[in-house]
Nanobody, 123 residues
Framework: QVQLVESGGGSVQAGGSLRLSCTAS????????RGWFRQAPGKEREGVAS????????NYADSVKGRFTISKDNAKNTVYLQIDNLKPEDTAMYYC????????????????WGQGTQVTVSS
């Protein structure tokens, strides 16, 4: 089993920045891929970024390239999502997930999920 806990969400104005954190515990070596997803009200959950904690490979959705940066600190079992130049359309619940399909941004490829952290961007 793997447990994931997200933090760092909040309410910000457009143009601001946030850094989300996802700390994992348990049998984390079994699921080396970490993904960040978001879900806005009435919309499907979408993948925005992923990283292989055992390598340097990352992947981003086209819609967030240039504004979102995913990184990791293996010593802390933590993955980060830096979000810059926030826009109102970034408003969503952000979830961290763990899986073993490299670079995937598909919900179905992830086995474990956190409870989410809310990001709200005002114009």
């Amino acid at each position: 089993q793997v447990q994931l806990v997200e933090s760092g969400g909040g309410s910000v104005q457009a143009g601001g920045s946030l850094r989300l954190s996802c700390t994992a515990s348990g049998l984390t070596y079994t699921v080396p891929i970490r993904g960040w997803f978001r879900q806005a009200p009435g919309k499907e959950r979408e993948g925005v970024a992923s990283i292989n904690t055992g390598a340097l490979t990352t992947n981003y959705a086209d819609s967030v390239k240039g504004r979102f940066t995913i990184s990791k600190d293996n010593a802390k079992n933590t993955v980060y999502l830096q979000i810059d130049n926030l826009k109102p359309e970034d408003t969503a619940m952000y979830y961290c997930a763990a899986g073993n399909q490299g670079r995937s941004l598909f919900v179905g490829d992830y086995k474990y999920w956190g409870q989410g952290t809310q990001v709200t961007v005002s114009s």
